[in-house]
């Protein structure tokens, strides 16, 4: 079954950090640009931030920039998102994408189911 899965996810105090991370089953995920959507209860799904097959390439939206860090390790087809400093507004349901390029990202592809992230004020 070709599946991500993501876990990390939990309760955390403003200000705090968490570390997400994005496994693929059933497909090597190295061929792949991968990363993070969310969606806040209430709101429309949002991109947070994506990498490219290689690593060597990233972005970031706006309101996590200099906060968040997307990594991978393609050896174990996994992809990570380092959250620090963590706001209330951070709040949401945090999910895990792939495709075959950032441009591509949340058009098709994988999807995990996501994981759960609550900051508390």
């Known amino acids: 079954q070709l599946q991500l899965v993501e876990s990390g996810g939990g309760l955390v105090q403003h200000g705090g950090s968490l570390t997400l991370s994005c496994a693929a089953s059933?497909?090597?995920?190295?061929?792949?640009?991968s990363g993070w959507f969310r969606q806040a209860p209430g709101k429309e799904r949002e991109g947070v931030s994506c990498i490219s097959s290689s690593g060597r390439s990233t972005n970031y939206a706006d309101f996590v920039k200099g906060r968040f860090t997307i990594s991978r390790d393609n050896a174990k087809s996994t992809v990570y998102l380092q959250m620090n400093s963590l706001k209330p507004e951070d709040t949401a349901v945090y999910y895990c994408?792939?495709?075959?390029?950032?441009?591509?990202?949340?058009?098709?592809?994988?999807w995990g189911k996501g994981t759960l992230v609550t900051v508390s004020s």
């Open positions: 994408a792939a495709a075959a390029t950032c441009s591509n990202l949340g058009y098709g592809g994988y």
């Open positions: 059933g497909f090597a995920l190295n061929y792949y640009a």
